[in-house]
Protein backbone atom coordinates (compact mmCIF):
# COMPACT_ATOMS: atom_id res chain seq x y z
CA UNK A 1 0.00 0.00 0.00
CA UNK A 2 1.01 3.87 -0.32
CA UNK A 3 0.91 6.00 2.56
CA UNK A 4 0.98 10.10 1.71
CA UNK A 5 1.73 12.68 4.46
CA UNK A 6 1.40 16.40 4.36
CA UNK A 7 0.96 18.83 6.73
CA UNK A 8 -2.68 20.14 7.34
CA UNK A 9 -3.08 23.45 7.50
CA UNK A 10 0.10 26.23 6.74
CA UNK A 11 0.27 29.82 7.02
CA UNK A 12 2.05 32.87 5.32
CA UNK A 13 2.21 36.43 4.49
CA UNK A 14 2.52 37.71 1.11
CA UNK A 15 5.52 38.21 -0.43
CA UNK A 16 7.09 35.16 1.76
CA UNK A 17 8.23 31.71 0.27
CA UNK A 18 7.14 28.81 2.20
CA UNK A 19 7.63 25.06 1.49
CA UNK A 20 5.10 22.61 1.68
CA UNK A 21 6.50 19.01 1.95
CA UNK A 22 5.08 15.48 1.33
CA UNK A 23 6.33 12.03 2.87
CA UNK A 24 5.56 8.71 1.43
CA UNK A 25 5.69 5.29 2.41
CA UNK A 26 5.31 3.26 -1.17
CA UNK A 27 6.56 -0.06 -2.47
CA UNK A 28 6.76 1.48 -5.94
CA UNK A 29 5.66 4.70 -7.94
CA UNK A 30 5.67 6.17 -11.35
CA UNK A 31 5.90 9.73 -10.57
CA UNK A 32 4.77 12.43 -7.90
CA UNK A 33 2.26 15.34 -8.73
CA UNK A 34 1.62 18.31 -6.87
CA UNK A 35 -2.09 19.89 -7.68
CA UNK A 36 -3.58 23.35 -6.58
CA UNK A 37 -7.33 23.17 -5.47
CA UNK A 38 -9.30 26.24 -4.56
CA UNK A 39 -12.21 25.68 -2.19
CA UNK A 40 -14.61 24.03 -3.64
CA UNK A 41 -13.24 24.06 -7.63
CA UNK A 42 -11.07 21.77 -9.10
CA UNK A 43 -8.03 20.45 -8.41
CA UNK A 44 -5.40 21.82 -10.99
CA UNK A 45 -2.20 20.48 -12.05
CA UNK A 46 1.11 22.47 -10.40
CA UNK A 47 4.06 20.30 -11.31
CA UNK A 48 5.39 16.90 -11.85
CA UNK A 49 8.61 14.61 -10.91
CA UNK A 50 9.88 11.48 -12.27
CA UNK A 51 13.60 11.73 -10.87
CA UNK A 52 15.36 13.35 -8.16
CA UNK A 53 15.82 16.48 -7.98
CA UNK A 54 14.19 20.31 -8.37
CA UNK A 55 11.63 21.20 -10.91
CA UNK A 56 11.19 24.83 -11.65
CA UNK A 57 8.12 26.77 -13.29
CA UNK A 58 8.07 30.71 -12.51
CA UNK A 59 7.10 30.81 -8.66
CA UNK A 60 6.70 27.33 -8.29
CA UNK A 61 8.82 24.48 -8.07
CA UNK A 62 9.14 21.20 -6.39
CA UNK A 63 11.65 18.64 -5.69
CA UNK A 64 11.63 15.03 -5.25
CA UNK A 65 14.32 12.50 -3.28
CA UNK A 66 13.42 8.47 -3.68
CA UNK A 67 15.60 7.67 -1.19
CA UNK A 68 14.20 9.46 1.62
CA UNK A 69 10.75 9.30 0.80
CA UNK A 70 10.36 12.55 0.36
CA UNK A 71 9.02 15.96 -1.58
CA UNK A 72 8.25 19.19 -1.37
CA UNK A 73 6.42 22.08 -2.99
CA UNK A 74 7.79 25.44 -2.36
CA UNK A 75 5.83 28.93 -3.45
CA UNK A 76 7.65 32.12 -4.13
CA UNK A 77 6.75 35.93 -3.92
CA UNK A 78 3.48 34.38 -2.36
CA UNK A 79 -0.14 36.40 -3.47
CA UNK A 80 -3.05 36.17 -2.00
CA UNK A 81 -4.78 34.17 -5.01
CA UNK A 82 -1.98 31.13 -3.51
CA UNK A 83 -4.71 30.74 -0.42
CA UNK A 84 -5.32 27.02 -1.56
CA UNK A 85 -5.22 23.43 -0.95
CA UNK A 86 -2.03 21.78 -2.19
CA UNK A 87 -2.26 18.06 -2.49
CA UNK A 88 0.59 15.60 -3.06
CA UNK A 89 -0.03 12.54 -4.92
CA UNK A 90 1.66 9.65 -6.57
CA UNK A 91 1.11 7.44 -9.51
CA UNK A 92 0.62 3.99 -8.81
CA UNK A 93 3.04 1.42 -10.59
CA UNK A 94 0.36 0.51 -12.98
CA UNK A 95 -0.61 3.95 -14.01
CA UNK A 96 -4.02 3.47 -13.55
CA UNK A 97 -4.44 5.64 -10.50
CA UNK A 98 -3.37 9.22 -8.22
CA UNK A 99 -2.76 8.49 -4.75
CA UNK A 100 -3.76 11.74 -3.02
CA UNK A 101 -2.43 12.83 0.30
CA UNK A 102 -5.01 14.66 2.60
CA UNK A 103 -3.81 18.23 1.21
CA UNK A 104 -2.53 21.09 2.58
CA UNK A 105 -4.41 24.57 3.13
CA UNK A 106 -2.11 27.21 2.43
CA UNK A 107 -3.51 30.38 4.17
CA UNK A 108 -1.78 33.89 2.72
CA UNK A 109 -2.34 36.99 4.96
CA UNK A 110 -1.30 40.77 3.59
CA UNK B 1 -11.71 25.03 -25.19
CA UNK B 2 -10.35 21.34 -23.98
CA UNK B 3 -12.26 20.17 -20.99
CA UNK B 4 -13.92 17.80 -18.37
CA UNK B 5 -17.55 18.51 -18.16
CA UNK B 6 -19.74 17.22 -15.02
CA UNK B 7 -23.55 17.05 -14.65
CA UNK B 8 -25.19 17.73 -12.57
CA UNK B 9 -22.89 20.42 -10.75
CA UNK B 10 -24.91 20.06 -7.43
CA UNK B 11 -27.72 17.40 -6.34
CA UNK B 12 -29.93 16.60 -3.41
CA UNK B 13 -31.87 13.68 -3.55
CA UNK B 14 -33.09 10.83 -1.22
CA UNK B 15 -32.19 7.46 0.35
CA UNK B 16 -32.71 4.92 -2.42
CA UNK B 17 -33.51 6.68 -5.80
CA UNK B 18 -31.17 6.04 -8.52
CA UNK B 19 -29.04 8.72 -10.21
CA UNK B 20 -26.57 9.58 -12.55
CA UNK B 21 -23.60 11.67 -12.76
CA UNK B 22 -22.63 12.54 -16.32
CA UNK B 23 -18.83 13.44 -17.43
CA UNK B 24 -17.42 13.90 -20.38
CA UNK B 25 -14.35 15.32 -22.08
CA UNK B 26 -13.43 16.36 -25.36
CA UNK B 27 -9.58 15.49 -25.61
CA UNK B 28 -9.46 12.21 -26.71
CA UNK B 29 -7.96 10.81 -23.83
CA UNK B 30 -7.75 7.12 -23.31
CA UNK B 31 -7.90 7.46 -19.70
CA UNK B 32 -10.77 8.25 -16.94
CA UNK B 33 -11.76 7.99 -13.39
CA UNK B 34 -14.34 8.88 -10.72
CA UNK B 35 -12.72 10.27 -7.26
CA UNK B 36 -14.72 11.37 -3.61
CA UNK B 37 -13.53 13.83 -2.17
CA UNK B 38 -14.40 13.80 1.98
CA UNK B 39 -13.29 16.50 4.24
CA UNK B 40 -9.95 14.45 6.53
CA UNK B 41 -10.10 11.89 3.59
CA UNK B 42 -8.77 13.71 0.51
CA UNK B 43 -9.67 12.48 -2.60
CA UNK B 44 -10.09 9.09 -3.21
CA UNK B 45 -10.66 6.73 -6.35
CA UNK B 46 -14.09 5.47 -6.90
CA UNK B 47 -13.45 3.78 -10.42
CA UNK B 48 -11.62 4.60 -13.91
CA UNK B 49 -11.55 3.35 -17.05
CA UNK B 50 -8.30 2.78 -19.49
CA UNK B 51 -10.18 2.78 -22.38
CA UNK B 52 -13.98 2.17 -24.38
CA UNK B 53 -15.48 -0.96 -22.61
CA UNK B 54 -12.47 -1.52 -19.86
CA UNK B 55 -13.98 -0.12 -16.33
CA UNK B 56 -11.85 -1.11 -12.98
CA UNK B 57 -12.47 -0.69 -9.37
CA UNK B 58 -10.57 1.92 -7.54
CA UNK B 59 -10.68 2.36 -3.84
CA UNK B 60 -13.84 2.84 -2.92
CA UNK B 61 -16.33 1.11 -5.28
CA UNK B 62 -18.97 -0.06 -2.60
CA UNK B 63 -22.42 1.25 -4.49
CA UNK B 64 -21.34 2.55 -7.43
CA UNK B 65 -21.63 1.47 -11.07
CA UNK B 66 -19.60 3.16 -14.26
CA UNK B 67 -19.61 2.32 -17.92
CA UNK B 68 -17.40 3.26 -21.12
CA UNK B 69 -19.44 3.11 -23.89
CA UNK B 70 -18.10 5.67 -26.00
CA UNK B 71 -14.47 7.35 -25.56
CA UNK B 72 -16.00 10.61 -24.39
CA UNK B 73 -18.46 9.95 -21.38
CA UNK B 74 -17.83 8.05 -18.38
CA UNK B 75 -20.92 8.37 -16.63
CA UNK B 76 -21.15 6.92 -12.66
CA UNK B 77 -24.58 6.05 -11.33
CA UNK B 78 -25.50 5.26 -8.15
CA UNK B 79 -28.10 2.49 -8.15
CA UNK B 80 -29.47 3.31 -4.54
CA UNK B 81 -28.02 6.22 -3.22
CA UNK B 82 -27.20 6.19 0.71
CA UNK B 83 -26.65 9.08 3.30
CA UNK B 84 -22.75 8.17 3.34
CA UNK B 85 -22.36 8.54 -0.56
CA UNK B 86 -23.10 12.60 0.32
CA UNK B 87 -19.76 13.96 -0.97
CA UNK B 88 -18.22 16.38 -3.54
CA UNK B 89 -17.64 14.27 -7.01
CA UNK B 90 -14.55 14.38 -9.43
CA UNK B 91 -14.62 13.08 -13.21
CA UNK B 92 -10.83 13.41 -14.39
CA UNK B 93 -9.22 12.19 -17.67
CA UNK B 94 -5.70 11.88 -19.17
CA UNK B 95 -4.30 10.66 -22.32
CA UNK B 96 -2.05 8.26 -21.70
CA UNK B 97 -2.00 6.73 -18.20
CA UNK B 98 1.60 5.32 -17.45
CA UNK B 99 2.76 7.69 -19.62
CA UNK B 100 5.81 9.65 -17.78
CA UNK B 101 4.20 12.91 -16.54
CA UNK B 102 0.60 12.30 -18.02
CA UNK B 103 -1.39 14.49 -15.90
CA UNK B 104 -5.34 14.04 -15.03
CA UNK B 105 -7.43 17.00 -16.08
CA UNK B 106 -10.59 17.60 -13.90
CA UNK B 107 -14.13 18.13 -13.99
CA UNK B 108 -15.98 21.11 -12.00
CA UNK B 109 -16.73 19.12 -9.42
CA UNK B 110 -20.95 17.58 -8.45
CA UNK B 111 -21.68 18.27 -4.97
CA UNK B 112 -24.25 15.20 -4.33
CA UNK B 113 -26.23 15.47 -1.17
CA UNK B 114 -28.52 11.98 -0.10
CA UNK B 115 -30.99 12.68 2.88
Known amino acids: GQNIDQPTEMTATEGAIVQINCTYQTSGFNGLFWYQQHAGEAPTFLSYNVLDGLEEKGRFSSFLSRSKGYSYLLLKELQMKDSASYLCALVNQAGTALIFGKGTTLSVSS | EAQVTQNPRYLITVTGKKLTVTCSQNMNHEYMSWYRQDPGLGLRQIYY???????DKGDVPEGYKVSRKEKRNFPLILESPSPNQTSLYFC??????????????FGPGTRLTVT
Open chain 2, 92 to 105: ASSLEPGLAGDRQY
Open chain 2, 49 to 55: SMNVEVT
